[in-house]
């Protein structure tokens, strides 16, 4: 008898202690999403499912959950001396006075979010489309002395794709050292990818967030979305442009794709150069610092321009932060020019309140997007915009990747990101902040040649919509979050 008690108290034991696994693995999980997630969207879908889906759901937020991209980099940051700043040939804490007055407090919001200097002395050239902006890097590449960075979204294995790992490895022939870093996800835009060719011409390269068989498995978001190219430290390049025979004419393509990139000479290129080699060293372990990768700058403009990286590492919410600053920021004029325009609900409200407050507010979509999900979630969006007097038109019959923020005629900001929760929350971004009259109003003609050409978009429009299409717009829209 006393046998048969024991053994039905053991199995009554083994399971509570099965039972007990799931449970604590739910609570766990609780315990590190509330402790880390910031974003309460987020928190509250993955407390969701690691409690109704004891087992799996622990294991999803393990594999996919967990931010562990930039451990490495946080150990960088600590290791890499910031004394390279004191070779800029004047003292960044007296910029602020350059700084229009209306635009005082937007610069030291931008200050205290991004903990990156605003600089003085930089040269900044706008390159519109890949027939402008790729020769300009390629030349670049071709009379690089020392160093050559290059941090790419995608990079297609085409005739572009093929021209820069060349012109790459006759750099590195040239006795340059040269390094690229390329998103995991990113690489596999075309198929089959470039890194055969890229082994083939034996350069040195990385992959940004490989999975890691079998601890993680590859993600959707945490992708590194830069586009920096910087030659001797000196001189750089970055914007909304891959590397991809996408961005050049051609009439072949279905949907022919615009863009702007930049071109940079100044201190901000330094900050740039940090930024990549953040990155590389969280990617390969491989610590970038002094020659031949920084040196003291040069000052060959007058544009104050900032280098503000954001991601879902200590800089999340750094850019949407910086957008909601400035948007309050306007006295007379906002315009916005992206591909994927999905904002939540602070930035609407924010555009919307502008707009009441007789601020213009302008924004240019592309008529044909290559994101039919996105672009279905963006219109689901636009009617409450344009009932307050937001001016939303789209570019006719073209798809505009470009990335521009501009207030009045002196506050630019352009880089990677887009107006939507995976650039400002879920992916590593660089965008450059630049206070300069000339640049924006240079900027704000190209926006008006394409707003003015622009279809525009009203409530009739919108209203003469059939049902199907308003409720697949908004099924789109509730995925906003994770657009």
């Known amino acids: 008898m006393s046998d048969m008690i024991t053994e039905t108290l053991l199995k009554h034991l083994t399971l509570l202690a099965l039972a007990a696994i799931p449970l604590s693995l739910a609570i766990g999980s609780s315990i590190h999403i509330l402790l880390t997630k910031r974003d309460s969207r987020a928190g509250i879908a993955w407390i969701g499912l690691v409690w109704l889906a004891p087992i799996l759901g622990p294991l999803t937020y393990l594999l996919f959950g967990i931010n562990r991209v930039h451990s490495r980099a946080q150990e960088w940051k600590r290791k890499f001396s910031t004394d390279y700043r004191q070779n800029y040939p004047f003292d960044t804490r007296n910029l602020q006075h350059y700084v229009p007055a209306s635009m005082q407090t937007l610069s030291r919001l931008s200050n205290s979010v991004s903990k990156q200097p605003l600089l003085g002395g930089n040269h900044i050239t706008p390159l519109f489309n890949g027939d402008q902006a790729y020769p300009r890097m390629l030349q670049a590449i071709e009379n690089a002395q020392q160093s050559v960075t290059l941090s790419s979204f995608i990079l297609r294995n085409d005739r572009l794709g093929k021209q820069f790992a060349d012109a790459l490895a006759q750099a590195q022939q040239r006795g340059v050292a040269v390094r690229l870093l390329v998103d995991y996800m990113g690489f596999r835009y075309s198929f089959p990818t470039l890194k055969s060719y890229l082994k083939r011409v034996q350069l040195p390269y990385a992959e940004f967030m490989p999975p890691n068989w079998p601890r993680t498995l590859p993600f959707l978001n945490l992708r590194n979305h830069r586009k920096l190219l910087v030659i001797d430290g000196q001189l750089g390049f970055t914007g909304g442009m891959n590397i991809s025979d996408h961005h050049c004419r051609n009439p072949q393509q279905c949907i022919p794709i615009e863009d702007i990139h930049f071109e940079l000479e100044g201190p901000v290129v330094t900050e740039l150069q940090t930024i990549f080699a953040e990155d590389w060293y969280a990617s390969t372990g491989e610590m970038l610092r002094d ?11 007058t544009t104050l321009a900032r280098a503000i990286a954001d991601g879902p590492d200590d800089r999340f919410n750094t850019l949407r932060q910086v957008m909601l600053g400035a948007i309050s920021s306007a006295q007379q004029q906002i315009r916005i020019m992206t591909p994927y325009f999905v904002p939540d609900s602070s930035l609407e409200e924010a555009l919307i309140t502008a707009a009441l407050r007789g601020i213009q ?3 240019l979509l592309p008529g044909r997007n290559n994101l039919r999900l996105v672009d279905w979630a963006c219109r689901h969006h636009l009617a409450e915009l344009i009932r307050h007097g937001v001016d939303v038109r789209l570019v006719k019959d073209r798809f505009t990747h470009s990335k521009l923020f501009m207030l009045d005629d002196c506050w630019t900001l352009f880089g990677s990101a887009n107006w939507d929760n995976r650039s400002l929350a879920l992916n590593f971004e660089c965008n450059v902040e630049c206070y300069d009259d000339w640049l924006t109003q240079a900027l704000n003609q190209h926006f008006d040649q394409e707003f003015i050409q622009g ?29």
Do not use: C, D
């Open 361 to 363: 507010v302008q924004i």
């Open 291 to 301: 020659t031949p990768w920084f040196y003291p700058p040069k000052t060959p403009g």
């Open 455 to 483: 279809e525009v978009i009203t409530l009739e429009s919108l209203s003469r919509q059939s049902v199907l299409i308003k409720l697949r717009n908004a099924a789109a829209g509730l995925l906003s979050p994770y657009l």
